[in-house]
């Protein structure tokens, strides 16, 4: 429905080992491996055992996700906007709640397209994400079947952000 991404930002606060490793996984989860992952800059000073760190990761699609680094001391904050072609998605509210953008034709008022919501934010079901786990867990199990994430998908979404958190603490 969003047609080929075009970018996709995400805003987060509290770590680049904390919530930074669930925007990797998050990221490799929807897009495939990341071909390259670079440092941009420090929300502050490495003064942190887990800094929040400004990340560019690009995909072989050609499209850029850029993880926002915000401070968390202000407030916490974990939102997830996807830009299409032909659409758009924000998760937003730590990912309960998600608003919907599709195109509409303005052009014959205003000479292009713009996004519309569509039809209002509603919200998501990330209030049972621990219980889908636990049945995906077990349906593996008794099915046979591989988990929809593995350890090794953890494990790749945590050595992405390690290999950040070294850049920025070797000064990179």
Request: aromatic fraction near 8%; charge should be negative; hydrophobic fraction near 40%.
């Amino acid at each position: 429905k969003l047609g080929p991404i075009q970018h996709v930002n995400i805003f987060y606060t509290k770590g680049i080992l904390n919530n930074g490793s669930h925007a990797f996984d998050l990221l490799r989860f929807l897009f495939e491996e990341p071909s390259r992952v670079s440092l941009l800059s420090p929300a502050g000073e490495m003064v942190s055992a887990d800094p929040t760190l400004s990340v560019k990761v690009e995909f072989q699609a050609g499209f850029e996700a850029w993880l926002c680094a915000l401070d968390g001391e202000a407030y916490n904050l974990f939102e997830v906007d996807i830009l299409g072609s032909r659409g758009r998605m924000l998760l937003r509210d730590q990912g309960h709640i998600l608003d919907q953008f599709s195109l509409e034709d303005t052009r014959e008022r205003h000479g292009f397209q713009q996004l519309e919501p569509v039809p209002h934010s509603r919200p998501t079901d990330l209030a049972h994400a621990v219980q889908y786990a636990v049945t995906d867990l077990i349906d593996s199990i008794e099915n046979s079947n591989p988990p929809a994430c593995t350890l090794q998908d953890a494990r790749a979404a945590l050595d992405l952000s390690l290999k950040v958190f070294r850049e920025a603490e070797n000064g990179s």
